[in-house]
């Protein structure tokens, strides 16, 4: 490892503690080095708050001492006006001797702009260093800016047997049918406070009256979406009646009750729904079902990740579960369950 991998992985350890917290903005962590030795540290905390460089230059006590410094930055120092000044200025103005950047901002307001102006004020550029890590990182953000839609993970619990479900059609039964343990709860929710929105259909409502929250997990909430063409979900479902925010898309009518907004759109596709959810500058979605929402993301090809989770349980007829095509990018064992997890790429 290069000093300047050694360095650029210090800034991408301090841009993951950022989190959740920075959404919708990427997350990004900047190093300050003096001579083989980090004199200043920071990343980017909260979404609208100081970016990373700012709080690097910050944690410095003497600061005559950034022209002989170098600046190690997860993302491109942005050159734009946005919640906070231009990044680029502040190092313009600090005089750094160099900058070193894991990867170009893909945000178009951005991308380029700032490593232009620090290269016109003498200021030695070196880009590339981990940039896939960098990218892996953010990859929300960028799926976001260069797709035109928000990055999209499926996520689903099936039985040894390949079902999803029981089967609802002769029975009016209500109510979840777990699959997997109730520990696999806390990585599930997990997921959901990474993610800035859950959807699912309102199928999922009627049968199970998920409540689609964090609770196993202490992270925010997801913004709760139900797929709803023609507004037949039950009035009283927990997502409608706990004081949580819920948008509800469907084909009839635009209007707002508390905190349950109705959302109108000419059809409901997963295109159509992710350039609604682009519109509403939502960078993430987790898709958790049912069967026929799911599939409609999988036969179109627009998503990203998916974890599908097995569960010892069989449930010998019901309703299948999707099939992904592909081979998991990973499986790991989490109690009597497996989490396997798949990459469209």
Excluded at 216 to 227: D, H, Q, S, T, Y
Aim: charged share 25%; proline share 5%.
């Amino acid at each position: 490892m290069t000093s300047d991998e050694k360095y650029m992985l210090r800034a991408l350890q301090l841009a993951k503690l950022g989190g959740v917290a920075t959404k919708s903005n990427p997350m990004v962590g900047a190093v300050i080095v003096l001579g083989d030795q980090i004199i200043g540290e920071g990343y980017h905390q909260k979404y609208g708050e100081a970016h990373a460089e700012v709080n690097a230059v910050n944690s410095v006590k003497d600061l005559s001492l950034l022209k002989e410094a170098t600046i190690y930055v997860t993302l491109e120092p942005c050159s734009h006006f946005g919640k906070t000044p231009p990044c680029a200025d502040l190092l313009v103005k600090h005089q750094f001797k160099r900058v070193v950047i894991a990867q170009v901002d893909p945000f178009s307001e951005v991308s380029g702009r700032g490593i232009e102006k620090l290269k016109n004020a003498g200021i030695e550029v070196t880009c590339g260093i981990l940039q896939k890590e960098a990218e892996e990182l953010n990859k929300r953000f960028i799926t976001f800016h260069t797709k035109k839609r928000p990055y999209v993970t499926l996520k689903w619990a099936q039985t040894a047997d390949g079902f999803i479900d029981i089967d609802r059609s002769q029975k009016q039964e209500t109510g979840i049918h777990w699959i997997s343990q109730p520990e696999t709860q806390v990585v599930t929710h997990q997921l959901r406070a990474t993610e800035q929105a859950i959807l699912v259909g309102w199928r999922t409502i009627q049968n199970d009256n998920p409540s689609l929250t964090t609770r196993a997990f202490k992270g925010p909430n997801p913004l709760r979406i139900v797929i709803d063409p023609n507004l037949k979900a039950p009035n009283d479902a927990a997502v409608f009646t706990d004081g949580l925010k819920t948008m509800l898309f469907n084909l009839l009518e635009e209007r707002e009750i508390r905190e349950v907004e109705y959302v109108k759109l000419t059809d409901i596709s997963p295109a159509s729904i992710l350039e609604a959810l682009y519109r509403m500058n939502i960078h993430s979605i987790l898709v958790e079902g049912g069967a026929v929402v799911l599939n409609s993301f999988i036969e179109s090809a627009l998503w990203d990740e998916a974890l599908i989770i097995s569960g010892k349980k069989q449930f010998k007829t019901g309703l299948r579960a999707p099939i992904i095509s592909k081979t998991p990018v990973k499986t790991i064992p989490f109690g009597k369950d497996l989490l396997n997890y798949f990459r469209n790429s």
